[in-house]
């Protein structure tokens, strides 16, 4: 049975907060080992994909402002897991990219992250699919206009 706002869940913004804090625990331990925090573990997954991303474009994936990722990209080359180039095309443009030392813990890594994300799903049963694709709405959604006007 589903709880509703009106049952005790609270407002929207607390429970995706509450959440997001009770995913990275369960993830905490697994990343741990390597030294990983939560949001460095998201940097490192995105650029295991072999591709640079720009790093505004990083930032904007895993939902931390500019100066938040270069903390987080800092200490991922500290560990030798990332690397930074000037990209050719634009040279205002700094390009991260993912380590072979990187790729190899990520490849190491990702079955058991993919393992502690499963088993949480697992315990909505038919509801997990819904909460997918229910927050993949959501964060599509840019820019809501509140729906009554602030009083003054």
């Given amino acids: 049975m589903a709880v509703t706002a009106s049952e005790g869940a609270g407002p929207l913004n607390r429970v995706l907060a509450q959440a997001e804090r009770q995913v990275a625990r ?3 331990p697994v990343l741990a080992e390597d ?13 295991a994909d072999g591709e640079g991303h720009a790093m505004f474009a990083v930032a904007t994936a895993i939902a931390v402002p500019g100066p938040s990722l270069t903390k987080i990209v ?21 390009l991260a990219f993912a380590s072979s030392h990187g790729l190899e813990t990520h490849a ?5 992250v993919a393992a502690v994300e499963n088993a949480i799903l697992e315990t909505l049963g038919a509801d ?15 820019d809501l206009q509140p729906s009554v006007e602030p009083v003054a």
């Fill in 108 to 112: 190491r890594l990702a079955p058991r």
């Fill in 26 to 28: 369960q993830l905490e």
């Fill in 74 to 94: 800092d200490r991922l080359v500290d560990a030798a897991l990332v690397y930074r180039l000037v990209d050719d095309r634009d040279r205002r443009r700094v």
């Fill in 35 to 47: 030294q990983l925090t939560v949001d460095r573990w998201r940097v490192l997954d995105l650029l």
């Fill in 128 to 142: 997990a699919d819904m909460l997918r694709q229910l927050l993949g709405q959501l964060t599509g959604v840019q």
